[in-house]
Nanobody, 122 residues
């Protein structure tokens, strides 16, 4: 499965962005999807995950109540709606997928997108 993440950009603090993660294969509908991010000089951080059927979603503590993960299996696409953005949300955001739902364990995901840069200005 090839993943392509897009939708990043420059936004002012308090603004919103929606990231998309598009998969190349229909089997994506059987995969759990997660978003991670990595800021310059920092370790990769878990952002959110969603099970294949959207029943289970999980969020990192720093984005709870501001970000929402969702998916549309008919479109082979997962989304990350980011609201109330803060400068500390600035990072490269990566989507990942795997048949197993690893939630926040990055090493478990076999498939990764190329990343999309989100920059939040103060």
């Amino acid at each position: 499965v090839q993943l392509q993440a897009f939708g990043g950009g420059l936004v002012q603090a308090g603004g919103s962005l929606r990231l998309s993660c598009e998969a190349s294969e229909r089997t994506f509908s059987d995969y759990a999807v997660a978003w991670f991010r990595q800021a310059p000089g920092k370790e990769r951080e878990f952002v959110a995950s969603i099970s294949w059927n959207s029943v289970s979603t999980y969020y990192g503590d720093s984005v709870k109540d501001r970000f929402t993960i969702s998916r549309d299996n008919a479109k082979n696409t997962a989304y990350l709606q980011m609201n109330s953005l803060k400068p500390e949300d600035t990072a490269v955001y990566y989507c990942a997928a795997d048949p197993r739902d690893w939630v926040g364990w990055a090493s478990g995901y076999d498939y990764w997108g190329q990343g999309t840069l989100v920059t939040v200005s103060s």
